[in-house]
């Protein structure tokens, strides 16, 4: 395939689709090489475990017959998107990472699939992640594990693994990524991108995450957010435009405020009180991230003004995530199907289906994360925005699940990730936003969270980080190529 840096998978969301509006791309010459640089790049790297071509390029076809004729399309008609393997697509096989679900073939979308159809977007596949999401990983036992594209021996994160990598690779300028602890923002650190999580119910969830007939995945009802990967923030709020709003399905979608989703100006953000921290009060962070943390604060303070170093006092919360999603996860349904088909749970999953839990245990863990919301929502109340790493260490070897060390201390697998569960737990919108490299070459995002229901603020944060650090820098995946 031709690799000219002229091709419309060079160009980001919002540029391709007024490419395509304004006739100059055809959808199926999109669609056309967007299957081409999967099956170039991806038997390395392993971001898709399902491309639908046939169907594509039907939809592109019937697309450029519509566009020729003047019919009206929507506005984000002929854009490949890849969709999280937890994500349902009708006709489409969905295995949510799981040998208990190698052959399911949902019968409905889940409503973003539907709103992105509606809007004409054209689903190319699904993406990579841990099993039923658990884990910040890209490893499962049905596909092949997905690889950095920066460097293969490296983990993308997860567990929106693939969708990150697609995004990363330039196979698509959109990917759907799902986010119950920080897995949208994780790998899109990792892996240079930028990820958003919304707020809690903004983008509504159904019925992938909430059905009763797919056990272990009625759960996480109270963390789980859906949102989008992109390249940058503006191509983010042009995605978030389609697919948010509320449903009748999903009785916690919250009402449109507005349909305006173009980015605020700086101006906007001049009175704004903005805090950082580096470690949460208790965090053990790599010196580089820390100092890349800073640099970009001090590029900030010369634009808008002072920055306060201070934090919610809410202590180290790793072990609530585990209790409050072993109580939300369908335990006994997956214990059932795994003895019926003989199949072995393990990793983090297997971890919180073998543990006892008690009652006690659950009951503690609602009154502790509310305690951690009321100590959070007083400290926003004075503070916009709270900026931080989005994980503690940039990308590591790609067969761990957390890196053996951090700034030389040997700690549990999940102290990478110390910083993105709090905005799961409050449901406060968060994004990561790509700000430079270790000297190594692994990317690091910075990690924004704002105030309740303020994602437009924190999108043009965002993109004023974004405008600091000019990010033109991609990964050459053409030297990974056997």
């Not at 017959?65 to 003047?70: D, S, V, W």
């Not at 056990?215 to 949102?227: A, F, K, R, T, V």
């Not at 903005?274 to 009060?281: E, M």
Request: proline share 6%; net charge negative.
């Amino acid at each position: 395939m031709s690799k000219n840096i002229n091709s419309p998978l060079m160009l980001g969301l919002k540029e391709l689709a007024t490419a395509i509006a304004k006739k100059e791309y055809k959808v199926s010459d999109v669609i056309d090489q967007t299957i081409q640089r999967i099956q170039t790049y991806d038997a390395t790297l392993h971001a898709f475990c399902l491309v639908d071509i046939d169907s594509a390029m039907e939809q592109a076809e019937s697309l450029d017959r519509q566009i020729k004729a003047g019919a009206s399309v929507g506005p984000l008609a002929g854009i490949p998107v890849a969709v999280k393997d937890l994500i349902c697509t009708k006709n489409l096989r969905t295995t949510f990472g799981s040998q208990l679900y190698s052959d399911f073939v949902p019968e409905e979308d889940d409503i973003v699939v539907e709103r992105l159809k509606a809007a004409g977007a054209i689903i190319i596949g699904k993406t990579n992640t841990s099993e039923f999401g658990y884990g910040a990983v890209g490893h499962n036992k049905i596909y092949p594990t997905t690889k950095n594209p920066w460097n293969t021996e490296l983990t993308p994160g997860g567990s929106s693994a693939g969708s990150a990598v697609a995004v990363a690779a330039k196979m698509v300028p959109l990917a759907l990524g799902s986010d119950g602890g920080g897995s949208i923002r994780i790998p899109a650190s990792l892996t240079g991108v930028f990820g958003m999580k919304p707020s809690w119910g903004r983008v509504p969830l159904y019925p992938s995450c909430r059905d009763e007939r797919y056990p272990g995945q009625s759960g996480w009802e109270s963390l789980e957010h859906i949102g989008p990967i992109t390249r940058n923030a503006a191509d983010a709020a042009f995605a978030l435009a389609t697919i948010s709003g509320p449903s009748h399905y999903d009785r916690h979608s919250i009402p449109v405020e507005s349909y305006d989703w173009s980015l605020r100006g700086i101006d906007t953000l001049q009175h704004c009180r903005f805090a950082y921290t580096t470690d949460l009060g208790f965090a053990v962070v790599e010196p580089e991230i820390i100092a890349a943390i800073e640099d970009a604060i001090d590029r900030l303070k010369g634009i808008l003004g002072n920055i306060e170093c201070t934090f919610p006092p809410i202590g180290n919360n790793e072990n609530l995530l585990d209790t409050i999603v072993a109580m939300e996860t369908d335990r006994s349904g997956l214990r059932t199907m795994a003895a019926d088909k003989g199949i072995k749970l393990d990793g983090w999953l297997g971890s919180i289906l073998e543990r006892t839990w008690t009652g006690d245990q659950f009951t503690n863990a609602i009154l502790e994360r509310k305690r951690i919301v009321n100590i959070t929502a007083k400290f926003m109340k004075d503070y916009d925005f709270l900026i931080t790493p989005t994980t503690a260490t940039a990308a590591f070897p790609i067969n761990l699940y957390g890196p053996l060390h951090i700034a030389g201390k040997t700690l549990p697998p999940s102290a990478w990730v110390p910083f993105s569960a709090l905005a799961n737990f409050t449901g406060l919108p968060a994004a990561s936003v790509p700000i430079g490299f270790t000297k190594d070459g692994r990317p690091i995002g910075l990690q924004i969270m704002g105030r309740h229901l303020d994602d437009r603020g924190v999108l043009a944060l965002s993109a004023v980080i974004e405008s600091l650090f000019q990010n033109d820098k991609w990964p050459n995946i053409n030297t990974i190529i056997p």
